[in-house]
């Protein structure tokens, strides 16, 4: 009986074994599955060359040599859904072109849509003769692309001012402005910026906004009884 009992108890673990087996292999071959059909295969078709590309904002795209009709295979690994490929042309010049990737063998034509960012800037030369004050005020509207490859219209309004002014020694300057991104102001200042006529002075610039994908910044410059402002903005 006791011998019998063994055997049963030795049996019904070799089965628990068995399943346990079964089962970690029916998982394994259903994650391998899983992952084989959400493989996803990228080629390029009539890329320009001699360009670096960013991927989702974040990677480098690295491309296979051209091949037939100037096509290049991604290197990225690119999974199945929406994507977003840019390069810049300047610091405030960007190219973009969205796009899907479905499961298995793709082959993409991106169709690049031009995107730039506003600046305003103003000018004064002082001359005893006119008025040493100027301003301006316009508003921009502009698209940015975020992370998850939502498309946003902005609209920026920048006002900008300054007077220039003759003094016994030297001459100063009032510099102001205000700058409202989408409804809500993101910078106001107002300043006086003394010119003790020195050679070669480099402009000042200072941030006053940033975000995500670009940043805005505010410059200025006095130097022998001329002065400018400017509010500009490049991409990150």
């Not at 859904?81 to 991106?110: C, M, Q």
């Not at 001012?161 to 809500?184: A, M, P, R």
């Not at 006086?192 to 940043?215: A, V």
């Not at 009884?225 to 990150?236: H, P, R, T």
């Amino acid at each position: 009986m006791t011998r019998l009992l063994k055997h049963k108890t030795s049996v019904e673990v070799s089965v628990f074994k068995y399943l346990i087996i079964l089962i970690i292999l029916i998982s394994t071959a259903v994650v391998t599955k899983t992952y084989y059909d959400n493989q996803t295969s990228v080629t390029f078709v009539e890329l320009p060359d001699n360009i670096t590309y960013t991927i989702d904002h974040a990677k480098q795209l690295y491309l296979s040599e051209p091949g037939l009709f100037n096509s290049k295979k991604s290197s990225n690994m690119l999974y199945a859904g929406s994507h977003i490929i840019h390069y810049d042309t300047s610091p405030v010049t960007r190219y973009y072109a969205l796009f899907n990737v479905k499961k298995g063998e793709n082959y993409i034509k991106p169709v690049f849509d031009f995107h730039s960012l506003p600046s305003l800037s103003i000018f004064r030369l002082y001359t005893k003769k006119a008025s040493g004050k100027i301003k301006n005020s316009k508003t921009f509207n502009y698209i940015t692309h975020a992370e998850n490859n939502a498309t946003f219209q902005n609209s920026i309004t920048i006002s900008i001012g300054l007077e220039i002014k003759k003094t016994k020694t030297d001459f100063l300057c009032q510099y102001n402005w205000d700058v409202s991104l989408n409804g809500h102001r993101i910078s106001q200042k107002t300043f006086t910026e003394y010119d003790n006529t020195i050679n070669n002075q480099e402009p000042i610039r200072e941030i006053i906004y940033k975000n995500g994908s670009h940043y805005y910044y505010a410059e200025h410059f006095l130097e022998n009884g001329s002065a400018k402002l400017k509010i500009g903005a490049e991409y990150l």
